[in-house]
Nanobody
Framework: QVQLVESGGGLVQAGGSLRLSCEAS????????MGWFRQAPGKEREFVGS???????????DYAASVKGRFTVSRDNAKNTLYLQMNSLKPEDTAVYYC???????????????????WGQGTQVTVSS
């Protein structure tokens, strides 16, 4: 069983930055595929970014087109923590942000919520114009 706890959300002005954290329990965190998703009111949950282990010390990151170049997904395996650095925030980035995990080794793109097993409770990010 893996438990995920997000933190770092809040209110920020457009153009500002926030860093979200997701602390995970479990001893095999380093091999888990980790993802960030978000859900705005009245909308479906959507993919933001993911990070997947490729073997040795290599990780692959993937991003939604809407955040590529502004958001960065990273992980600190020693701290069992996943991060989402968000820069140049826009009002349309306003949503509840969730981290997700699945214990699988894969080279597939992991952009669907159904591909993940474990979810955090979410943290609110509000970007004012």
């Amino acid at each position: 069983q893996v438990q995920l706890v997000e933190s770092g959300g809040g209110l920020v002005q457009a153009g500002g930055s926030l860093r979200l954290s997701c602390e995970a329990s479990g001893r095999t965190f380093s091999s888990y595929v980790m993802g960030w998703f978000r859900q705005a009111p009245g909308k479906e949950r959507e993919f933001v970014g993911s990070i997947s282990w490729r073997g040795d010390n290599t990780y692959y990151t993937d991003y939604a087109a809407s955040v590529k170049g502004r958001f960065t997904v990273s992980r600190d395996n020693a701290k069992n923590t996943l991060y989402l650095q968000m820069n140049s925030l826009k009002p349309e980035d306003t949503a509840v942000y969730y981290c997700a995990a699945v214990g699988t080794f894969t080279r597939a793109t992991m952009r669907l919520p159904s591909q993940y097993t474990y979810w955090g409770q979410g943290t609110q990010v509000t970007v004012s114009s």
